[in-house]
């Protein structure tokens, strides 16, 4: 089992930058497939980002596209989230979440991932 803490949300003028990290322990970062998702007042959770298990496939919402990357660091067992361009429609909770039944696709739906983080807060300012 894999325990995820998200950091590095905050307050951020809109066409600004953050790196999201989910520092995961408990198991390898390589056994899952990783899912960053948000949450906003009102608002359903929505996938962001994705990236499959064996790495080498990703999605990204239609919204995100283009100014955010989900990538990995297996030494530091940590899953990142990089957004640029930040607009204010990205202000939400973002959290990212583990797939332990990941295969080569990445899953897009949150009821594939059977671990999350508690969340971190991102809020852009216009």
């Known amino acids: 089992q894999v325990q995820l803490v998200e950091s590095g949300g905050g307050l951020v003028q809109a066409g600004g930058s953050l790196r999201l990290s989910c520092a995961a322990s408990?198991?390898?970062?390589?056994?899952?497939?990783w899912g960053w998702f948000r949450q906003a007042p009102g608002k359903e959770r929505e996938i962001v980002a994705a990236?499959?298990?064996?790495?080498?496939?990703?999605h990204y919402s239609d919204s995100v596209k283009g100014r955010f990357a989900i990538s990995t660091d297996n030494a530091k067992n940590t899953v990142y989230l990089q957004m640029n361009s930040l607009k204010s429609d990205d202000t939400a909770v973002y959290f990212c979440?583990?797939?332990?039944?990941?295969?080569?696709?990445?899953?897009?739906?949150?009821?594939?991932?059977?671990?999350w983080g508690p969340g971190t807060q991102v809020t852009v300012s216009s």
């Open positions: 979440a583990a797939d332990e039944l990941a295969s080569w696709r990445p899953s897009l739906s949150s009821q594939s991932y059977e671990y």
């Open positions: 408990g198991r390898s970062i390589g056994d899952y497939g």
């Open positions: 990236l499959s298990w064996s790495g080498t496939s990703t």
